[in-house]
């Protein structure tokens, strides 16, 4: 299923599912074409809400996946999409990581520390075993200096990689992948948590909790200190401005799209 995109707070989320996300990845990495996604939760949307040049960025981008029971509730509520499933990012990785083993297309893995990177490199060669991993380069966790951007994706592109995973957290990997998706002649996609969940770091929530939509509570029971103002305070906003919208008291205007990168970003 391929409905399109939909304005979800001003944040153009594509109402898709995985076998439509999965094959414009893989369609872009075999034709060798710049391309970027990133599977927003309801966090992610609310970056857009909150900073109108991140949402023209947002809005800039190939595919924004609905990722999670909440977004798929607003893209049903609102557009009436009738999408029977969200779009997690760590699922999404399986399944692109799968078409690329077996068609032999070779992968880039930025972000996270060399310790998650080790780990996530080997737990994605024991999975599938025909994946070529063509380079794997941890963030620098700062601001990037002039010029960063493009050596990095010369570095990338001299790997012969045709796909780079981003894990850098939300909004960083989404900054950052627009930045370098007009220097890349490949898909780019901003995965987040699916660095620690495929090196075994981190756990996913019950399907059960994942069907609730309540994903986040277990996100948040796992790492409280560090997401509780995430979930405590913007859940609640999510919930109000999609009522709001819903019933036509607020009328969110998505931003224009935006090729012009973020005057800083984080490698």
């Not at 560090?226 to 019933?247: G, T």
């Amino acid at each position: 299923m391929d409905a399109g995109k939909r304005n979800v707070l001003g944040v153009l989320v594509d109402a898709l599912d995985y076998d439509a996300a999965t094959e414009k990845v893989v369609a872009a990495a075999r034709q060798g074409r710049p391309f970027a996604l990133t599977a927003l939760a309801v966090h992610g949307v609310m970056t857009g809400v909150a900073d109108r040049p991140h949402n023209s960025r947002l809005n800039a981008f190939d595919v924004v996946a609905p990722d999670g029971q909440p977004v798929r509730w607003a893209l049903n509520l609102l557009h009436g999409t009738k999408l029977r499933d969200w779009v997690s990012g760590p699922e999404l990785v399986v399944r692109v990581l799968s078409r690329m083993a077996d068609e032999g297309l070779p992968v880039y893995l930025y972000g996270s520390t060399p310790e998650v990177l080790g780990r996530l490199s080997a737990s994605l060669s024991r999975r599938f075993p025909g994946l070529r991993i063509a380079g794997a380069e941890p963030s620098k966790f700062r601001p990037a200096l002039p010029g960063e951007d493009r050596a990095i994706a010369e570095r990338i592109a001299r790997s012969q990689a045709r796909l780079v995973l981003v894990g850098l957290g939300c909004p960083r990997q989404e900054i950052f992948v627009h930045a370098l998706r007009p220097l890349l002649d490949l898909p780019l996609m901003a995965v987040g948590a699916a660095f620690d969940y495929h090196a075994g770091r981190m756990r996913s929530a019950p399907r059960w909790m994942q069907r609730s939509g309540l994903a986040w509570a277990w996100r948040l029971m796992l790492e409280p200190r560090r997401l509780w103002r995430r979930y405590l305070i913007l859940n609640p906003e999510y919930l109000a401005r999609l009522a709001a919208q819903k019933v036509g008291l607020w009328k969110p205007a998505a931003a224009a799209p935006t090729d012009r990168p973020a005057h800083v970003f984080t490698v």
